[in-house]
């Protein structure tokens, strides 16, 4: 009996009696079956019947039971009659309302809602108690004094939500995680908290106004999101050394909150985490911080003291807000430091009304919902400062209708323009950003006509969805995917190419291009579309004579009655019936396929009849459906995903032909579902469910009759875990946010390990993956803060995106020969990374976007000889990095690669290389020399950016043109050569003040370039240098200080809106022969002699115009 607890399958108990004759007659001594059963064989002399699920039933030779499973007080009270024991009683609604509010002594759980909207005004939870359910006291107004079980381990979602007439609570210490626990609980002024607390979670004392006070336990990591927003006496905050995060606007709007101590190992501080804190008066951010987002000290306009890590160059390390810089920078000058700023955030804050938006040039970002719903701008530039556009900045601009991009643009993230319904204009340079990110056009309904840039790669989903009144759109030939429901409701359309370096076209792109008439497209060696389609673009394909034959059947192609076309074989997409209240499907045999999900929750089906040609079922296919009796499973099947049985608790019989094995991922309560099916289940995979009903009967953290472990079957509990070798692989999310996580033993038989496995282990501290594992998942060891040792397996080929990003604490690492692949921001933000070696002969092909990005303290870094291509931002901010060799295998360098790369000095670049991206060396401020190969062909703009200690560079001859801000700011450059040969004249474009530095050192430069940096500040009247022979794009655009500007005879170009929406005294002076873009002018206003500037372009014939409108009483508009 001592060992039955460590035993949780049949082979358990048989191998115990097969090891030792004296163990012989072991089993005929349980009393009880220690494990859920179908008969007596295994136990012969068992006097009760344990029954474990719900859908188990009594043997009839066992005289009484015992229910291990979940049952309400009403049906307790009834199996006590029949003297049934129960272990686990809940506490229910209807309980209540029946029994009364005094929780009986026994119960071990409050049910979701029990007391919800109650009159109770006091409550004292038995210790018996160990689990309360969602919202169990939410709304009880009257509710003053609460007396919590000594056994609670978390308290849920809502529990005591909007007790109004709470003002005290103690929470046991027993308590380790609090989740909404009191949302709007307007009366409470004092809580104390659990010593052995560690997360607090979102909205958990949203809203409580009187909260005045709070004491944190030693014991607590994470803050959550809007943990505490709205606690408006709150006055001073104390945190641990033991918070490693605090997540957005965790202390939004506690306007009394004057002192905050940050924790000395804060890993994390979220957005607006202290957004409208009005009274703060100083904010410290340590040291240990490396990840902080712009915005989280908005409107905190009283902080009189500010202290931050800078950089080499003198800038704060962390991003900031436009508003946030100036009250920072304020701040210190009271004290006399200097301090600086990089990638300042805009956000209109105050809603311009401009129909022009401005915004500064001092501003590299452009924030996340900068100017979402913004009704009044109609147009706008986003100038040349600006390298990224984040999520949703422009959503909902509705009157929106122009957009200028510029060349240093890197990233238009989601939604930017969704719902930019009258966006009629997008200006995009063909340099640009290299994603045409999700939604990002979505929902623009008078978008006709746009050009992607040649430089993008990938288009993500649903990027031009409901662009109803697309006609035109280009797709350039480096683009090699295409995401699903790309140009969905297109009902404009006619004609499309799709590039034959495309590698991916998601499903339903098409879906609705009912105007569409030509459609060139890659097709497989058979001259079939090699990608999945759904019907009813199966349909527009082969009226256009295309062939298809990966057709799936979506949500999109099946009417009310749910029928399924039988025309052509058809998989059945994930999700398709999922709900669905039909009782009984009948499935036509022209389905080959069973999607993931397709007929989970369908809690009114009974049977399900599947036709023989279906081959393969997805995972959690059939799961939740509880009322599923009896499933015919197909011969030919080859595949049923994972947990497809998962909550049929009904079902009772299986046809699967004579096979009595199944070999396909079940969980352990499936399995014995299956075996009351007369099926044998010998992959067993530990789920959730698994662990909420059986946790106190199985007693080992990993059963070890499993394979494999389910996703969140952990928590914030688990501290130790020794993973036994019974388990081959470790699933995505396993032990993702186990918190308290402090050691791992991976054993040698685990050969796979999933999505995020151990993301979110904060006190994980060293892990080692076993030898056979060939590829690490994206997002592994993400946000392992004090990860300090991880040794890779020599098989290792891949390391995915985001594997140990935030690891702040990882000082070195080793990479094996076979790695080819390092994936998107696998070391970002791992600050503290020194060294990185890379085996002998290593197979090193790829390393991808921010790889290395803000690896502060990376010193050395020798590539293999291998690697061909560097992603944009690899390097960016590694400021102790001296030196580096880029190898002749080396093809391409992205953006910004090494941007502020402080310490670099010694670059060598081998002969190979063939394109380098717009500012890839910017600001790398020790660079004196450079000599670019010849074999690089394109140069991108911004590359020499602020070099200012540069003073040799030595450019490609295979060059044929240069960005006008090449090598701006290379305020030391003494000598330029191209190829071997020194240069007397810049052969490329330069902007005006650049062009005065290469001329003081004796070199000519024909192709001078007016931009808006050249533009003397505080200067009312501009006169155009002789010797310029191009007014810049956007030049003077929505420039509000200059009252004149002089144009000189060499003008020989006055770009895209250069004066657009500027205002001016005198109208400047167009030189003959000057070819003016018919945007230059437009929205411009005059204060006086308007008749005159436009009689000027009348009598003036060789300058050459478009179209001069007639409303010019209102505006100049030349267009």
């Known amino acids: 009996m001592v060992i039955a607890k460590y035993f949780e399958y049949e082979s358990d108990f048989i191998n115990i009696i097969c090891t030792c004759k004296k163990n012989k007659n072991i089993l005929e001594m349980f009393h009880y079956n220690p494990i859920p059963i179908l008969s007596t064989t295994l136990f012969p002399n068992i006097e009760t019947h344990y029954l474990y699920f719900p859908f188990d039933k009594k043997l009839p030779s066992v005289k009484l039971e015992a229910i291990c499973y979940e049952v309400t007080y009403s049906q307790f009270l009834e199996f006590q009659k029949e003297k049934i024991k129960c272990f686990k009683i809940t506490y229910t609604q209807n309980d209540r309302i029946k029994y009364g509010n005094i929780i009986p002594y026994g119960i071990n759980k409050i049910g979701e809602h029990c007391f919800e909207e109650s009159d109770i005004k006091e409550i004292v939870i038995p210790n018996s108690v160990t689990s309360l359910g969602n919202n169990c006291f939410a709304h009880c107004t009257k509710l003053s004094s609460v007396q919590l079980s000594s056994n609670l381990v978390n308290l849920p979602f809502m529990c005591f939500s909007s007790c109004i007439n709470l003002t005290t609570m103690v929470i046991p210490d027993s308590v380790q995680s609090m989740d909404a626990s009191f949302f709007n609980c307007q009366h409470l002024q004092s809580i104390t908290l659990s010593t052995t607390l560690k997360y607090i979670g979102c909205s958990c004392f949203k809203f409580c106004v009187s909260l005045h006070s709070i004491k944190f336990p030693s014991s607590l990591h994470c803050i959550g999101q809007n943990a505490f927003n709205c606690c408006i006496l709150l006055d001073k905050i104390l945190l641990p050394d033991s918070v490693y995060k605090i997540d957005e606007e965790a202390f939004s709007k506690c306007s009394t909150l004057s002192s905050i101590r940050l924790s000395a ?429 059986l946790n106190k009967i199985y007693s080992s953290h990993i059963p070890y009759f499993a394979s494999s472990c389910c996703n969140d079957v952990y928590n914030y509990q688990l501290e130790r875990c020794i993973i036994p070798t019974t388990i081959t692989r470790i699933c995505s999310n396993q032990f993702f946010d186990c918190v308290s996580l402090t050691y791992i033993d991976i054993p040698s038989s685990v050969s796979k390990i999933g999505r995020a496995s151990f993301a979110n282990c904060y006190s994980l501290k060293e892990i080692i993956f076993p030898p056979q594992v060939i590829k690490l998942k994206d997002n592994v060891c993400m946000s392992n803060y004090l990860l300090t040792k991880v040794i890779l397996p020599t098989s290792l080929t891949r390391i995915g995106n985001y594997s140990f990003y935030s690891c702040r604490s990882l000082q070195s690492i080793k990479i094996p020969k076979y790695v080819q692949f390092i994936g998107k921001a696998c070391f970002n933000r791992c600050t503290s990374l020194k060294h990185i070696k890379f085996e002998q002969n290593c197979e090193l092909s790829h390393l991808s976007f921010s790889a290395f990005y803000k690896c502060f303290t990376l010193e050395s870094f020798h590539l293999p000889t291998t690697v061909s291509r560097i992603d944009s931002f690899c390097f960016f901010k590694c400021e102790n990095l001296t030196s580096i060799t880029l190898p002749s295998s080396l093809k391409h360098l992205g953006y910004v690669v090494f941007k502020r790369c402080f310490s670099l000095q010694n670059i060598i670049i081998e002969n190979g290389l063939l394109d380098i991206g717009k500012g890839c060396f910017s600001s790398c401020t020790s660079l004196q020399s450079i000599c670019i190969p010849n074999s690089v062909s394109r140069m991108e703009g911004g590359c020499f950016l602020h070099c200012k200690s540069l003073t040799s560079l030595t450019l490609s001859s295979s060059l044929k043109t240069l960005h006008v801000a090449c090598i701006d700011g290379c305020t030391s450059l003494k000598q330029i050569y191209i190829g071997n040969k020194r240069i007397k004249e810049y052969p490329f474009d330069i902007s005006y003040k650049q062009s005065l530095i290469l001329n003081s050192i004796g070199i000519n430069t024909p192709h001078v370039i007016f931009t808006s940096h050249d533009i003397p500040p505080n200067q009312s009247n501009i006169e155009v240098p002789n010797g310029v022979i191009v007014i810049d794009d956007n030049c003077f655009r929505n420039n509000r200080k200059i009252d004149t500007v002089t144009i000189n005879d060499s003008i020989k170009l006055i770009g895209k809106y250069a004066f657009k929406s500027s205002i001016l005294l005198q109208p400047p002076n167009i030189p003959n022969g000057c070819v003016v873009d018919p945007t230059a002018f437009e929205d411009m206003k005059i204060v006086k002699n308007k008749h005159d500037f436009l009689q000027q372009f009348q009598n003036n014939k060789s300058t050459q115009l478009k179209h001069i409108p007639n409303n010019v009483e209102d505006q100049c508009s030349i267009a």
């Open 265 to 693: 190992d804060l890993a994390e501080i979220g957005r607006n985490c202290f957004k409208n804190c009005h009274s703060l008066r100083e904010f410290i951010i340590p040291p240990s911080v490396c990840l902080m987002e712009a915005g989280v000290l908005t409107n905190c306009n009283r902080i009189e003291f500010f202290d931050a890590t800078q950089d080499k160059n003198g800038d704060f390390i962390y991003e900031f807000t436009q508003h946030e810089s100036e009250m920072i920078k304020r701040v210190c000058q009271i004290y006399n430091k200097k301090v600086g700023f990089y990638n300042i955030n805009y956000i209109d804050e105050n809603q311009q009304t401009e129909k022009d938006a401005i915004i500064d040039f001092n501003c590299s970002i452009i924030a996340k919902e900068a100017f979402k719903d913004n009704k009044f701008i109609e147009s706008i530039a986003i100038p040349p400062s600006i390298i990224h556009c984040d999520n949703s900045c422009f959503e909902n601009c509705t009157s929106l209708t122009s957009v200028y991009i510029p060349t240093s643009l890197t990233a238009l993230c989601d939604s930017a323009f969704e719902g930019c319904i009258n966006l009629k204009i997008i200006d995009i340079p063909m340099c640009s950003f290299e994603y045409v990110h999700s939604e990002v056009f979505k929902d623009c309904s008078s978008l006709q006509h746009i050009q992607i840039p040649t430089s993008v790669h990938t288009m993500c989903d649903s990027c031009f969805e409901n662009c109803i009144n697309l006609i035109e759109l280009n797709i350039p030939n480096g683009v090699t995917k295409i995401g699903e429901t790309c140009f969905i409701n297109c009902s404009s359309m006619t004609g499309l190419t799709i590039p034959s370096s495309v590698e991916i076209i998601g499903l339903e792109c098409f879906v609705n291009c009912s105007s569409l008439q030509s459609l060139q497209i890659p097709l497989d060696s058979n001259g079939n579309y090699k990608f999945p389609i759904s019907y009813n673009e199966y349909l527009l394909f082969k009226s256009l004579g295309i062939h298809c034959n990966n057709i799936v059947l979506t949500q999109n192609d099946i009417d009310e009655d749910e029928n399924i076309p039988i025309d052509v074989p058809l998989k059945l997409n994930n999700e398709l019936f999922r709900g669905s209240n039909e009782n009984h499907f009948i499935i036509p045999s022209n389905v080959i396929e069973i999607g993931d999900l397709c007929f989970g929750e369908c809690f009114q089906l009974t049977s399900l009849e599947l036709p023989s040609s279906i081959t393969k079922i997805g995972k959690e296919a059939f799961s939740g459906s509880s009322q599923l009796k009896e499933i015919k499973i197909p011969s030919k099947i080859s595949k049923i995903g994972s947990f497809s049985f998962e909550g049929c608790y009904n079902l009772t019989h299986i046809d699967f032909g004579n096979r009595k094995d199944y070999p396909f991922t079940v969980s352990l309560i499936c399995s014995y579902i299956l075996k009351r099916c007369g099926l044998h289940c010998n992959n067993l995979c530990y789920s959730r469910n698994d662990f909420l009903l």
